[in-house]
């Protein structure tokens, strides 16, 4: 594919390009295209982009409202034709769309998940919380589990840490215990090889307090502890306002769990009585609620 206006140009990233086909039925047919996500919403995992095509001189700012001649929608990360929206399934339309993608090689598609990915991050940036609804496995949450916040942003702005040769990513993990009020946040670290994150079975772990700054390691996993401290003052030299960084997510994840819990009416879970305890199922409840524990805390699993 020969660009004529390019995707990045000047460092910034453009929503439309100008390109010509090299082979092909089209080759040296020359069209412009509108690219966006197929989805806005911050949460969603999707890799979908839509492109509108135009002939030259259709319209020198393409918007898929206008004469659009071809549209269709791309898996950036299969690399591949999508059919999680509906789009024109003419044959001709097809047709098209197959020319395209096979004239798309490794370059063009890291150009796409580029502006993809940058755009999906920008929507995670400012998007209103107020807006959201995100699900949540309430009965674990209660338990214990932390919650990582690539779970709820799959495009959420990732901190990566070099050293020397070696490269790592580091994850962020919350607490949303609805009895708990820490401050802190669990971060994992990662090593990155060939742009592939290396998990392994002992993972790594920190937990850092944001409000103090202050950090002690909680799981060392495959790596030492001066190899953890040398990975956690690179994070904190290369990265200056990540402790407000966490403190805003932690926030942002309290809240949408705040709200799905509101949502569903979600009870507070107690622990359910031991077999020394002995409470029937039609007896009061030990939590204080007054009612009937099988309708309370003995159907905790209920929403």
Not at 177 to 193: A, L
């Amino acid at each position: 594919m020969k660009y004529i206006k390019p995707i990045i140009e000047n460092d910034k990233m453009n929503n439309f390009f100008h390109f010509t086909f090299e082979k092909g039925e089209h080759a040296g047919e020359s069209y412009e295209v509108f690219i966006r996500s197929a989805c806005s919403s911050p949460t969603c995992s999707c890799s979908d982009m839509l492109f509108s095509v135009l002939t030259i001189g259709d319209t020198h700012s393409p918007a898929p409202e206008k004469d659009t001649r071809y549209e269709f929608c791309l898996d950036i990360k299969s690399k591949g034709f999508s059919t999680n929206h509906e789009r024109d399934s003419s044959q001709l339309n097809t047709n098209f769309t197959k020319s395209f993608i096979n004239e798309l090689n490794d370059e063009d598609w890291e150009l796409f998940n580029t502006f993809f990915f940058s755009y999906k991050t920008m929507l995670t940036e400012t998007c209103d919380i107020n807006d959201l609804n995100v699900k949540f496995d309430h009965v674990k949450i209660e338990e214990g589990l932390m919650i990582p916040y690539f779970q709820v942003f799959p495009y959420a702005h990732q901190f990566y840490i070099q050293q020397g040769e070696k490269s790592y990513i580091a994850s962020d993990y919350y607490c949303l215990n609805s009895d708990c009020g820490c401050e802190s946040v669990m971060i994992s670290f990662d090593e990155i090889k060939n742009n592939i994150q290396i998990l392994h079975k002992k993972e790594s772990f920190i937990k850092f307090e944001y409000n103090s700054k202050s950090w002690e390691i909680d799981t060392p996993g495959i790596f030492t502890a001066d190899e953890i401290t040398d990975i956690v003052k690179t994070l904190l030299e290369t990265y200056p306002d990540i402790a407000a960084v966490y403190k805003k997510r932690h926030k942002q994840l309290r809240k949408l769990y705040s709200k799905y819990k509101s949502k569903y009416k979600l009870k507070k879970i107690s622990p359910t009585p031991t077999s020394q305890e002995k409470i029937g199922r039609n007896d009061p409840c030990p939590c204080g609620s007054g009612k009937k524990f099988k309708k309370c805390c003995g159907n905790a699993y209920t929403s």
